[in-house]
Each structure stands twice: as C-alpha cells, then as structure tokens.
C-alpha cells in the first residue's frame, strides 16, 4: 500500500517519535510537519526517522498538513496527531485499507478502551478525530485546508459530506492521546481548550449561515 505518515506537531517533543516510529514499523514514510515549535520537536521526530518540515511561525493544523502534502509523494495518506498514545502498526493498517480497498473515501479513526477522557471525548465528537485515510489528491482538493486550524477535522468533515465521500468511522482499540490540561497544566489546558472549541464553534456557525 503507497501511503505516507504525514504528522502535524506543536510542541510535542514528548511523543512525536512514538508516534514516527511506529509508523516506521508499519512500513510507511513519514513527513512531520513541525508548525513553529519552540522545543525539541523537529529534532525528536528526525532521530526517530521522520522527514521534518519546519514552518518558521505557528500557523495551524491545516497550515502545517498544507505544507507537509508538498512532500508527499504517495497516491493514500495517513494523518496521525503527534501525541498519541498505546499506537501500533495494525491500527493503521486498519485506517488505510478500507480506502486502498476501495471500500471508502475517508476513514476516521476513534479511540477505544484506551483511556477514559479521551474515549469520552471520541463519543461525544467523533466527527474530531485527527486520525484520518484518504487519497492524497483528495486532501490536497479540500478548499480552506491551509487556513484551517482547530477546525481542520470539521473542514475536512464537512468536505466530505458535500462531496459524497463514503466515511467509515473505525475503532482503534488501546488508542488515546495526551490531554491539554496534562500538557499545560490545568488552568492553561482548560482555557486552550475552551479557545479549542470555541474557534470549531465558530466555524460551525459560520458554514451553517
């Protein structure tokens, strides 16, 4: 299967090489597109065998995909977030095959019996989930992607429907994520959370108008 890893990261020294190498292991190449860290991400994901693309300033989710898709020179691409936990090479064998198969357009990939918040979380919006398959050309054909930021999984959701794309939601058993608050402290993770959402609300109203 032609597919390539491509990572959106954000000071994620932590956990980006978990993340590369495991997609490394799978088989697949992998791009991190590293969005203006300020730590050690880009050095952490190029030992662990990723191709780093560093943007000079933060610019967003959709920013760094944009720019990451440059490099990308397979027809299927897998997106993972940089701070996954309890990830394995057959969660994204399982994410991939249904749209190299044929079977879908996109797959969206929800945590399952990994933690508890984050499969919370997943219930509540899986339509978030930041694991994701598709064709590349696809990717690269959805309108505003550059400019997307913590509404990028809603874009690409909302692409989806409009163009009749065939979406499957598929579990990922062990899978889950860090939280904010445990990456910044309570107060600071709760208030970047709150921005979170309220940015994807906004989106959300402004596409229903």
Do not use: C
């Amino acid at each position: 299967m032609e597919a390539t890893v491509l990572i959106p990261a954000y000071n994620e020294e932590a956990t980006i090489a978990g993340v590369v190498r495991v997609a490394k292991e799978a088989g697949f190449p992998v791009v991190v597109a590293d969005d203006g860290s300020e730590d050690r991400t880009a050095q952490e994901a190029a030992s662990a065998g990723a191709q780093v693309v560093r943007l000079p300033h933060n610019r967003g989710k959709g920013g760094a995909i944009a720019e990451g898709l440059k490099r990308v020179n397979t027809p299927l691409v897998l997106l993972l977030d940089a701070d996954l936990l309890g990830l394995a090479p057959h969660h994204l064998e399982s994410l991939l095959d249904p749209v190299a198969e044929g079977k879908a357009e996109m797959t969206v990939g929800i945590f399952q019996g990994g933690r508890l918040s984050t499969d919370l979380a997943m219930r509540l919006t899986p339509f978030l989930s930041g694991q994701r398959a598709l064709k590349t050309e696809d990717l690269r054909g959805v309108q505003g992607l550059e400019g997307a930021r913590y509404d990028l999984e809603l874009l690409l959701t909302r692409h989806a429907k409009k163009a009749g794309w065939r979406v499957l939601y598929l579990p990922l058993p062990g899978v889950s994520q860090v939280m904010k608050e445990e990456k910044r402290g309570l107060l600071p993770g709760f208030l970047h959370r709150l921005r979170m959402y309220r940015e994807i609300l906004h989106y959300y109203l402004k596409a229903k108008a």
